[in-house]
């Protein structure tokens, strides 16, 4: 479920929000043992901390993605999302590779093209963020499926030929 247990590190403390309450706001601090007792009540406040509404939509979230094995389904679909992304590369000499984890992924250029490819990618219904100049963030949500993700992909192959096209 998070993503440092793939990691061998065991953090002494993790602060969730966004997917937490499944469209809901919330946030939460989870603690170890090692720093149990550091807060008292009243210590630490949050703005979208544990009302009940939006506590009982961070249970519902979490009960789904553990009885519909969405953990195991980001991971297994996003080998496939990566996979995909990497062989853009043989396409596309601007396309550098991949990196990351799970659905979280990002497209690596090897020129500055990644606003352009952004906004190429809107214009085809495909919503990417690019957070640098030569990086493509792609973060679909964890019920994506493969064929909506060889979709993506190559809706990303028909932007990266126009692009490659233009001036």
Same mark, same amino acid.
């Given at each position: 479920?998070?993503?440092?247990?793939?990691?061998?590190? %065991?953090?002494?403390?993790?602060?969730?929000?966004?997917?937490?309450?499944?469209?809901?706001?919330?946030?939460?601090?989870?603690?170890?043992?090692?720093?149990?007792?550091?807060?008292?009540?009243?210590?630490?406040?949050?703005?979208?901390?544990?009302?009940?509404?939006?506590?009982?939509?961070?249970?519902?979230?979490?009960?789904?993605?553990?009885?519909?094995?969405?953990?195991?389904?980001?991971?297994?679909?996003?080998?496939?999302?990566?996979?995909?992304?990497?062989?853009?590369?043989?396409?596309?000499?601007? %396309? @550098?590779?991949?990196?990351?984890?799970?659905?979280?992924?990002?497209?690596?250029?090897?020129?500055?093209?990644?606003?352009?490819? @952004?906004?190429?990618?809107?214009?085809?219904?495909?919503?990417?963020?690019?957070?640098?100049?030569? *990086?493509?963030?792609?973060v679909p949500p964890l019920i994506v499926?493969?064929e909506q993700v060889d979709r993506a %992909?190559?809706?990303?192959?028909? *932007?990266?030929?126009?692009?490659?096209?233009?001036?």
């Open positions: 479920l998070w993503a440092y247990e793939g990691t061998g590190v %065991v953090p002494d403390a993790i602060t969730v929000a966004k997917a937490l309450g499944g469209g809901l706001p919330i946030g939460a601090l989870v603690t170890g043992p090692r720093l149990a007792d550091v807060l008292e009540p009243g210590d630490h406040g949050s703005t979208f901390g544990g009302n009940p509404l939006a506590c009982a939509a961070a249970l519902a979230t979490l009960e789904t993605i553990e009885t519909d094995g969405l953990t195991a389904h980001a991971t297994e679909v996003g080998e496939h999302l990566g996979a995909r992304l990497r062989a853009l590369a043989d396409d596309f000499p601007s %396309v @550098q590779g991949e990196r990351g984890r799970g659905l979280m992924r990002a497209l690596l250029l090897t020129a500055d093209l990644a606003p352009r490819l @952004q906004s190429a990618a809107l214009e085809h219904g495909l919503i990417v963020n690019a957070i640098g100049a030569r *990086c493509l963030r792609l499926t493969r %992909v190559d809706s990303l192959a028909v *932007c990266l030929d126009l692009l490659h096209g233009a001036p």
